[in-house]
């Protein structure tokens, strides 16, 4: 299934159902309210969900309408919990050089993850305020899981079970403020503002086999001021979601609506670009000798999207926005 | 006016409102279905829930019944955001020397701040289950602000003006996990299990001028298994609230009813002791050349209360609650 969530106003939106091919979708607010509800309900709601979105796909669904993205709010608008991972390893050693921070311990072996905020996620064209671009504005393409509920120390050959739906997401970053919050031990909190979200959420059958040993097996394109910048394959994640999702509930129960972030999506071969700009000004730093690459100004525009297996047109539709100043110049 | 939540199966509860002496209570649910309503609609709704909360201290409200802090919940069982400072520097300095770390960077002039879970907060008289002693399983007593909605870049200045709440809570915390997660630069996760919070939400205004400068001029008495263990003050915190409100709205809003936490109140006078075993553990080490407490069991119990201004009974209730395993044994 494909789903979506309609601006509506409230802090949950109003759920859509979305056909299989991103053209068209139709209302499923009687089914289940929100995504957060139906991930919540999930066996209660799913099987009434299905047989709407099988009709949907079939064109059997009298009140279907043409998707318009830009009424679209992040198909969860906020979720009980977001735990990031950095689970491609090739982002974590450059980032390490970029920051210039000590080797993290145990990072072949152990997932870290950071908590960030969850109650304000933005939509897929909304555009992001930011109050300054001295604070290094980068994006950072990602792929997610949301989960139902977890429960404590559930190990990671149980956890895919818990995998509802999966999402592209982009987490932004202000890379001025990571390293002194880094170095701080605490983790990232003003570095991490609200993440944006691609806007379809799918459930795993939806990738057939590119959904494998916990991976996306999708490229993700990346284009900065319609300029490609990269397209990192998924394939290449060093922990899968399953072993993200187990360190994640060592200790605590992940409520239903958990999301869980594979970090930025990189991968060692040089051609395939990046997914965020740090990555590629170390790069730069590496490989030419000087940084040639600066961070986002006001008015730039980031656009990702998941490629189709073929290349085509991604599960996830695409995120295409813009970076603006907070507050709004007079 | 004091509030609590009861626990009804559902996800945020169910409103209450207790009289100033704690005795009593009523329903509150027909102005505001939950606390996390209440916070969120604030102007509409206060005007109302004050009204009854005179009527019950002025013994006129007919439904009302003796509280029973066994049946609540914590007053938000989930929020928006859980954001907690470590704003006691006589802690952090501690720590710095118990967990071997090196010294935080700007820690004098710039908050700490860690984005904790705040999808499943416990309630005042809840068992915690965790699940290894061997995590170094300990305490931590704080004060904290609930608030309204912050938008982004809000100066110091006016960000006491959005503390709805004060609360006083227990942000568990698994020592041996702790320094791991530090030195990742990522931050705690698996080191900060659920927080426990006491039975009662209260107003600012009910704290009269013990609420000053951002502090919560109360001390805070802890036992542990019955023995006294600390009753450190909170005007010796070193960041107010409102600095830490601030810090955390540097780069994003907060949406109404994010908690901001002090961290664990600490003094530097050896006298008043601890609100967490760490502290203690490092102590000993500087004082008497070894370690001599261990942390805590299974079975064993916290209990944690804010004195009254007189030294009576305080204006949160009390936390007392045990430590179980999980899973439970068979």
Request: proline letters at 8%; aromatic letters at 8%; charged letters at 20%.
């Amino acid at each position: 299934m494909k789903f979506a969530t309609l601006a509506d106003g409230g802090l949950d939106g109003r759920l859509l159902l979305v056909s299989r091919d991103l053209q068209q979708a139709c209302d499923a607010s009687d089914l289940a309210p929100h995504l957060l509800h139906a991930v919540q309900h999930w066996a209660q709601v799913a099987p009434a969900l299905q047989q709407r979105y099988d009709a949907l796909n079939a064109g059997q669904v009298a009140g279907a309408f043409a998707l318009n993205t830009e009424r679209l709010a992040a198909p969860l608008p906020r979720s009980p919990q977001w735990c990031d991972g950095s689970a491609f390893l090739n982002h974590g050693r450059l980032m390490e050089r970029a920051f210039n921070t000590p080797p993290i311990p145990a990072f072949d072996t152990v997932p870290v993850m950071y908590q960030g905020a969850s109650d304000d996620f933005l939509g897929p064209r909304a555009d992001v305020p930011l109050p300054s671009e001295a604070d290094g504005i980068d994006f950072e393409g990602e792929f997610g899981v949301v989960l139902d509920e977890v429960p404590m120390a559930t190990p990671a050959e149980r956890a895919l079970a818990h995998v509802r739906l999966l999402v592209q997401i982009n987490d932004w970053s202000l890379r001025a403020l990571g390293p002194r919050e880094m170095k701080s031990g605490f983790g990232f909190l003003q570095a991490k503002p609200s993440c944006s979200w691609a806007p379809v959420a799918i459930t795993p059958d939806e990738l057939g086999p590119h959904w494998q040993d916990g991976r996306v097996h999708l490229a993700l394109q990346v284009h900065w001021n319609g300029a490609w910048f990269g397209h990192p394959h998924g394939r290449e994640m060093n922990f899968g979601f399953h072993e993200l999702i187990a360190h994640a509930a060592r200790t605590r129960r992940l409520s239903a609506g958990t999301v869980i972030g594979s970090g930025t999506v990189s991968n060692a071969a040089r051609e395939r670009g990046s997914s965020c700009i740090a990555e590629r000004r170390v790069i730069e730093l590496l490989d030419q000798g000087e940084i040639r690459t600066g961070f986002m100004r006001f008015g730039d525009l980031v656009r990702m999207e998941a490629c189709g297996p073929e290349g085509g047109p991604g599960p996830f539709g695409v995120i295409d926005q813009r970076v603006v100043a907070y507050p709004p110049k007079a």
